[in-house]
């Protein structure tokens, strides 16, 4: 049980366990695993993505360069075993609660930046540094927000989905919130400017208190709400924990939250080491976002995707493009990462790079819309089948079924996996062996779960 919880421990909380980590943690305590997991965020001092080079102006506007280059980047960056797992999870976090589409590759460097410098800080400093953060302001047009004719985008998308959520808060509410970021605005660098000519200075009514707000103020405001700690608990609870919330759990954890300032780090680790992990309704249960099973078998399996391109063409044919999300609410997650464009390519993704070192797919928004004519994308690949035989090397008195159910799958022994054993054993040749071991558990359903 100790080593189910560390392993779900990384499998929420970061990407996987490498096999090394693996080695260290099959018998270790679940508390040192925690505190290494925590300290190794902390250590991280390198906040900066490859830069991938400055944007060009057109018209006064940054020309529209490959944006895309950048998730591919990142993706790296979160597969590299030597960056911190859950500052990269936590910030992959706060792109989905504070979706936005940058215009061009620097401004989603420098926004990733901006969420990773914060993302298991103070949020009241997370929130003012998005809010300031050139891709936000372009995304919700706060660079149109000015006085006399205020741009309600970014006041409305700051109550609903960043702090209280709908349903608590008036139209009116919006419209004081929106006056009150009049004149926050970029320049065309990326720069955070505040234009004072363009701020409205006039007395404002934002949930029954009147003064004279600027951002900063409303933003105070709302974290004076537990309304704003209890949302953000809940959205947390439900990407760490499992899709239905204890609500007795969350009042307690949102509770201490407030309590703290809104200690991001704090809240995190509490999630991590609530039992409520361990029910038998939240092992198992999450299923992995496209991101989350990519970066997964780069970091923990060997997979490597030698272009930029490869890694776009997954995200777009899983249904999840970094820097790119659906809408202002980014993506639902939970169940809506399966569907009939996509579970089949999944199940049958192991076989694919395994044996052709690389993967005909059709992209999702391609073979989803009315008329198209889907078209396949090429991607190449390679695995590297040393990280697996390292994996095993250990357990010499261990079948590499075994111990690749133990390391691949949330709950091994609840899983049935002997159907593979006739197939396995048919193959003598111990390399074409091993490659079949890892379709086969790649071609399982529990292999999509956390």
């Known amino acids: 049980m100790s080593f189910q919880r560390t392993q779900q421990l990384f499998a929420r909380f970061g990407f996987g366990m490498t096999p090394a980590e693996y080695h ?32 060009t102006m057109m018209d006064g506007e940054m020309e529209q360069k490959p944006l895309y280059m950048a998730g591919p980047q990142w993706m790296r960056r979160m597969a590299d075993p030597t960056a911190s797992p859950l500052l990269e999870k936590m910030t992959l976090f706060w792109h989905g609660h504070f979706a936005c589409e940058p215009r061009a590759p620097f401004l989603a460097v420098a926004y990733c930046n901006t969420l990773r410098k914060n993302a298991l800080g103070s949020f009241r400093e997370l929130l003012l540094a998005v809010a300031k953060d050139a891709s936000m302001i372009r995304y919700l047009n706060n660079q149109q927000n000015r006085k006399n004719s205020p741009n309600e985008n970014f006041a409305r998308e700051l109550l609903e989905l960043f ?5 608590h808060y008036s139209e009116t509410d919006i419209k004081e919130v929106a006056r009150a970021f009049t004149g926050w605005s970029s320049t065309k660098g990326g720069e955070f ?21 600027k951002g900063e103020d409303i933003v105070d405001i709302l974290l004076e709400k537990k309304r704003t700690a209890e949302f953000l608990t809940t959205k947390l609870w439900r990407f760490f924990v499992g899709e239905t919330p204890d609500p007795v759990a969350v009042a307690e954890l949102s509770g201490k939250f407030y309590a703290s300032g809104y200690d991001i780090g704090r809240l995190v680790r509490d999630l991590a080491e609530h039992p409520a992990l361990q029910r ?19 970091r923990n399996a060997g997979f490597g995707f030698p272009d930029d ?9 899983f249904g999840q493009v970094l820097f790119a999300p659906p809408n202002v609410a980014g993506w639902p997650g939970g169940k809506n990462w399966i569907d009939n464009s ?26 989803e819309s009315p008329g198209a004519s889907p078209q396949l994308k090429r991607v190449e690949a390679s695995v590297d089948l040393s990280v697996l035989r390292g994996l095993l090397s250990p357990y010499p008195t261990e079948t590499p079924e075994e111990v690749m159910a133990d390391f691949f799958l949330p709950d091994a022994k609840a899983v049935r996996w002997d159907a593979l054993r006739p197939v396995i054993d048919r193959e003598t040749d111990p390399e074409r062996r091993l490659i079949l071991t890892v379709i086969g558990f790649m071609s399982l359903p529990e292999f999509q779960l956390t």
Not at 163 to 167: F, K
Not at 309 to 317: E, G, I, N, T, V
């Open 163 to 167: 702090t209280l959520g709908h349903g």
């Open 193 to 213: 400017v505040f234009r004072e000519k363009l701020h409205d200075d006039g007395e404002k009514t934002f949930l029954g208190r009147t003064g004279k707000w």
């Open 309 to 317: 391109q490869s890694l776009l063409f997954l995200q777009r044919a």
């Open 342 to 367: 996509s579970l089949l390519q999944r199940l049958n993704l192991g076989a694919a790079l395994c044996l052709a070192s690389g993967l005909d797919i059709r992209i999702k928004e391609e073979f």
């Open 24 to 55: 260290r943690w099959r018998k270790g305590r679940f508390e040192d695993a925690l505190d290494d997991l925590f300290k190794g965020a902390r250590r991280c001092t390198d906040m900066a993505l490859p830069d991938p080079g400055p944007a």
């Open 280 to 298: 038998p309704e939240n092992v198992g249960d999450h299923i992995k976002s496209p991101v989350e099973l990519i970066v997964g078998l780069m």
